[in-house]
């Protein structure tokens, strides 16, 4: 079965508003990591965040960790229309993904 | 930008042909993945390689072979495909890091197979 678990599954916004979507896990980890695939493209690495850090920026996004919960939440801000994509977190040595968040900003 | 190449990007073939997909890295990476993933599903993990002559299968079973003679190329075969075979094959690569930890993966832009 596979490790992660994002929720929601899809989301639609409009350009400007704020973007967050969360990932669930199964096992411990060393680290946590978010990608992001345009449609029927390879994933693109956004943020890695490691078991002993809670909090992690990069640009506009934000990435958290609650390993109490086994969960990670990462937040865009002020999306762009190019920000649709789906978005998927991924864990252990063998990059586990989950089922992904389709991710549709509309201008 | 991730110097990591996947041919073809496109491939629709007929039921019991072989087929290879090619995958090249020129990061000089270690480890290597090949991944199967459907219209807007999750990825499965269906074969891993750490180096050199080293070959695993992943969590997903699959019919595919792989093989690892060179760093930069990891090569995917299908002996003779099938339909439940279509679907899109990503291969990805990442420097070598501790056992138990993760380096970021380096993605290709996927191989798209159709076998009618």
Redesign the interface.
């Known amino acids: 079965s596979q490790q992660g678990e994002e929720d929601p599954q899809a989301l639609s916004i409009q350009e400007g508003e704020n973007a967050t979507m969360n990932c669930s896990y199964k096992t411990s980890i060393n680290n946590l990591q978010w990608y992001r695939q345009n449609s029927g493209r390879g994933l693109v690495h956004l943020i890695l965040i490691r078991s002993n850090e809670r909090e992690k920026h990069s640009g506009r996004l934000r990435v958290t960790l609650d390993t109490s919960k086994k969960s990670s939440s990462l937040l865009i801000t002020a999306s762009r229309a190019a920000d649709t994509a789906s978005y998927f977190c991924a864990t252990g040595v063998k990059y586990i993904f989950g089922t992904g968040t389709r991710l549709k900003v509309l201008a | 930008e991730?110097d990591i190449y996947?041919t073809p990007r496109y491939l629709v073939i007929g039921t019991g042909k072989k087929i290879t997909l090619e995958c090249s890295q020129t990061m000089g990476h270690d480890k290597m993945?090949w991944?199967q993933q459907d219209p807007?599903?999750?990825?499965?993990?269906i074969h891993?390689s750490y180096g050199v002559n080293s070959t695993e299968k992943?969590?997903l079973s699959s019919e595919s072979t792989v093989s690892r003679i060179r760093t930069e190329h990891f090569p995917l075969t299908l002996e003779s495909a099938r339909p439940s075979h279509t679907s899109?094959y990503?291969c990805?690569s990442?420097p070598r890091g501790a056992?138990?930890?993760?380096e970021?993966?380096?993605?290709?832009?996927?191989t798209?197979l159709s076998v009618l």
Request: charged letters at 10%; zero cysteines.
């Open positions: 991730a996947q993945y991944y807007g599903m999750e990825l499965h993990l891993y992943g969590d899109q990503l990805a990442s056992t138990t930890t993760n970021k993966l380096f993605f290709g832009s996927g798209q």
